[in-house]
């Protein structure tokens, strides 16, 4: 009851009573509570930001509708909830657009800015890791907690040193110095828990020849299977020097860092980007996963970290959904939002009784402009309804709608886009290959099956004409053949994994847009004290978000 209601009933009860005694009581009675003001919470000890990369509103529908109403839901058994709608259920939603922000002059977002906006509460540029729109180092809600004395964590399921980690805890012109980044990221003194794959930039450069450096990662418990090719040029080792230098103790696999005790860890559980959702889903099964899940990381951060008194900063990705979106891989798409969920469940198992803690769950981005979708392919078959108003009509649909059954049959793929592509040819060298290898491959792995016919698309490839020398991508002479906005799929060869995802589309009642990323605004899950979380509820930008939880995190 606010001050004003308070004040009146008090009028209310003066002019119907009118008895001076209990008049004279119930304004002393208002004065009293005039004096206290009311007790807002405006601070929080601890903030939990998770990133689903690429988790736009049509990402969400994804999951949400295989959880509920999937015939087959793995969430069957567990009230068709996703964790995400308990969130939901226990917070607030709000929406936030995540553009270049302010004087950038761009309408799309990379992870990059959108991590750094998100980080810093300042408008960034595109592919910019930790700087102003002017290339000023900015510091992050990451080093401001620390400044406070606080605990901080990084966890992905990519690399350590991809864009959206990266971006809370070091300052590059591009995203792509990932060397760069790492030595930032263990020099800064800035990050106690470091958790994810991309020991290939920590690895000095000859790892896969030096056995000398080979047996000393031995000695520190790396299997010798993680010995993958360093994208170093030089022959430091950031691993021992996190040990040696920095304090770290290190985890390689998911035995070791469960087995840790330690305040100060850098786990590096694969050599560029960890399991798939597909694959872990897969291992899960039997129990012989060597990498830990997004969730097994998730648990041991709030361990490690929950133990300062100070209070902590973490922030989580799940950054192959974004992955999954760029190839335009609606099967994996969902085994990563179901990774993700999983690790926003054991947030939500730790936070769910407190007070003290605000939990932000949002994107960066939408990725492959996604929906499900209907067609004029597989129409429905008529059938007669007992309800009194069908005037004895057959119920039949003009189109497809999309049989719930589609949801198991996205859930039942057993590889993602990349694996079929390597199965086809594991040199990614797709010249002369046919349709009927294609459809064979995918037929293999995904429960939806293709013709040979429907996959000639497959391998067809065209001049690029829009060659670019010396550029990751663009530097190509030929590209995969895309027939329609074909200038929004840049990724070269990679592209016939989208090509998979045309062939596959029609049948899964599924479109995508693009192969890159949309300027949708995305979701976001606020959950904590009311007087922290209400402001989260509104159309923002991520900038403001970040705002908001800096000053609910690091008292002025
Ligand atoms: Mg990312
Ligand atoms: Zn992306």
New binding site residues.
């Given amino acids: 009851m606010s001050n004003k209601t308070i004040l009146a009933l008090a009028v209310a009860a003066v002019l119907l009573g009118g008895c001076s005694e209990d008049t004279v009581e119930v304004i002393k009675e208002v004065e009293v509570i005039k004096e206290v003001p009311p007790v807002v919470v405006t601070q929080v000890k601890n903030v939990i930001l998770m990133?689903g990369?690429?988790m736009g509103a049509q990402q969400v529908g994804l999951l949400e509708e295989y959880a509920r109403r999937a015939p087959n839901s793995i969430y069957n058994s567990m009230g068709n909830q996703t964790a995400l709608s308990k969130f939901a259920n226990a917070g607030l939603m709000g929406l936030s657009l995540n553009a270049p922000h302010g004087d950038s002059g761009s309408l799309v977002v990379d992870?990059a800015c959108s991590?750094t906006q998100l980080a810093t509460g300042v408008a960034a540029g595109s592919e910019m890791i930790g700087l102003d729109i002017n290339g000023n180092i900015v510091e992050t809600i990451l080093e401001m907690a620390k400044a406070k004395g606080k605990a901080t964590g990084l966890v992905?399921d990519?690399r350590i040193t991809?864009?959206?980690?990266a971006a809370f805890a070091a300052h590059q012109p591009h995203r792509s110095l990932e060397t760069s980044i790492a030595e930032q990221l263990i020099e800064s003194g800035n990050v106690d828990v470091l958790l994810s794959g991309g020991a290939r930039v920590f690895l000095p450069s000859d790892i896969k020849t030096d056995l000398a450096d080979q047996a000393l990662m031995k000695d520190l418990g790396m299997p010798t299977t993680s010995f993958g090719k360093s994208k170093r040029k030089d022959d430091r080792n950031l691993i021992l020097e996190a040990k040696a230098d920095h304090g770290y103790d290190l985890a390689f696999t998911k035995q070791q860092l469960a087995a840790l005790d330690s305040n100060k860890i850098l786990g590096l559980f694969a050599n560029s980007g960890m399991a798939d959702g597909i694959s872990y889903t897969a291992c899960s099964k039997d129990n012989s996963c060597v990498e830990p899940s997004l969730r097994d990381m998730t648990v041991k951060a709030l361990d490690v970290l929950s133990q300062d008194p100070d209070g902590f900063f973490l922030m989580i990705?799940g950054?192959q959904i974004?992955w999954a979106g760029h190839s335009n891989d609606a099967g994996t798409m969902l085994h990563e939002l179901i990774k993700f969920d999983q690790a926003v469940q054991a947030v939500y198992d730790w936070v769910k009784d407190r007070e003290d803690t605000l939990v932000i769950v949002t994107a960066?981005h939408e990725t492959g402009s996604f929906g499900l979708s209907y067609s004029r392919k597989n129409l429905p078959e008529g059938k007669f309804l007992d309800g009194d108003g069908m005037q004895g009509r057959e119920y039949k649909p003009n189109f497809n709608f999309g049989p719930l059954a589609t949801l198991d049959k996205l859930y039942a793929q057993s590889g993602t886009f990349y694996n079929m592509m390597s199965a086809v040819d594991s040199n990614w060298d797709f010249n002369g290959t046919t349709g009927q290898e294609w459809a064979d491959v995918i037929n293999q792995y995904s429960a939806i099956k293709v013709t040979a016919e429907q996959a000639e698309q497959i391998p067809q490839r065209e001049v690029n004409e829009y060659q670019v020398p010396g550029h990751k991508y663009l530097n190509a002479s030929e590209f995969p053949k895309i027939v329609d906005f074909k200038e929004f799929y840049v990724y070269g060869d990679e592209l016939h994994g989208n090509l998979i995802g045309r062939t596959l589309a029609a049948d899964q009642n599924v479109v995508w847009g693009t192969g890159t990323h949309t300027a949708a605004p995305v979701p976001v899950y606020a959950f904590g004290p009311m007087g922290v979380i209400k402001q989260f509820s509104t159309m923002q930008h991520h900038v403001d978000l970040a705002n908001k939880m800096i000053a609910a995190l690091i008292e002025p």
Avoid: K, N, Q, R
């Fill in positions: 990133i990369d690429g992870s991590a992905s990519t991809h864009a959206t980690p990705e950054g974004d960066d």
